[in-house]
């Protein structure tokens, strides 16, 4: 398991635990090292600034993205090397791939599900309006009140709703991922491609981590495979590789993150999910990508 899911799951996925979706750690006051690390005393102080950056994105300067860091203010001295910045993000704002069988059950327990626009889209493709992300639990209607403009963009859905939207997004290959607001409450579910600066800047770019990969990793099943590639469409972390002789497609676990979308495009149920933890090679491998070439994890 992660180790979220050992600080703030009890061994159990970190992300279905109700606790962590508690009104109460809202407005319950942080640690000295969360107030230093997110620059506010509260939750609810941190979720105004976080919200009123990333819905209203039109405010948020393009060369420092409202996301992965997620705070407008951060600790007194700014981290310098990569595993400091990591850690940071850690306490802050910090998420996790999870497939869409684990999208599912969040959205079965929460008590409200907000659809909001997305501030990543909006500094990459210039687009206000494209709405991706879910606020859980929290009422962002209410933060977001004294922006009249900017409330009229969010959309309240039912859990069945919301579950008909992601499952479209999971076949057009998006990430699922959800996100603390301070670790380790819960604020939100992200669906996210090369337009996402989190995804963008952790993967395509190499920087410092911002989410963990998922609880699993996916496998093919070769005597049901037929080698039609359509699986490889979907894949956004260079997973999937075909073998010419075989007539097969093969998925390297040291880089899967377990997001499971590619599991939407294949006919043949040739594709599934295992357990990180029961994989020796990448039982322990939750953050940085490998080198190419590279078969360790690191």
Known sequence: MCEFCTKHGEGKKWYLQMKNYSRELVNAQLSPAQQAA?????????????????????????????????????????????????????????????????????????TSITRVPC?????????????????????????????????????????????RIIREYDKEGLIHSIWTGVTPYVIGLCNCDHDCLAYRGYIEQGGPASFFRAEYVAEVDPELCTGCKSCMKQCQFGAQFYSSLLKRVYIGPQRCFGCGVCMARCKHDAIKLLPRNEHPKVSNLWLKQPEAGSQAPR
């Open 38 to 110: 997110a620059g506010v005393a509260t939750r609810g102080q941190w979720l105004g600034g976080f919200m009123s950056g990333f819905v209203r994105a039109d405010n948020v300067d393009a060369a420092s993205s409202p996301r992965p860091s997620g705070s407008s203010a951060g600790a007194s001295a700014a981290p310098r090397t990569e595993s400091e910045i990591v850690e940071l993000r850690k306490i802050v704002h910090f998420g996790q791939v999870i497939p869409m069988t684990d999208v599912e059950a969040v959205l079965d327990q929460v």
């Open 119 to 163: 501030g990543c889209r909006y500094i990459s493709t210039g687009k206000a309006d494209k709405r991706y992300c879910f606020g859980l639990g929290y009422d962002p209607t209410g933060i977001m009140g004294k922006y009249p403009d900017s409330s009229s963009g969010l959309e309240v859905l039912s859990s069945k709703e919301a579950k």
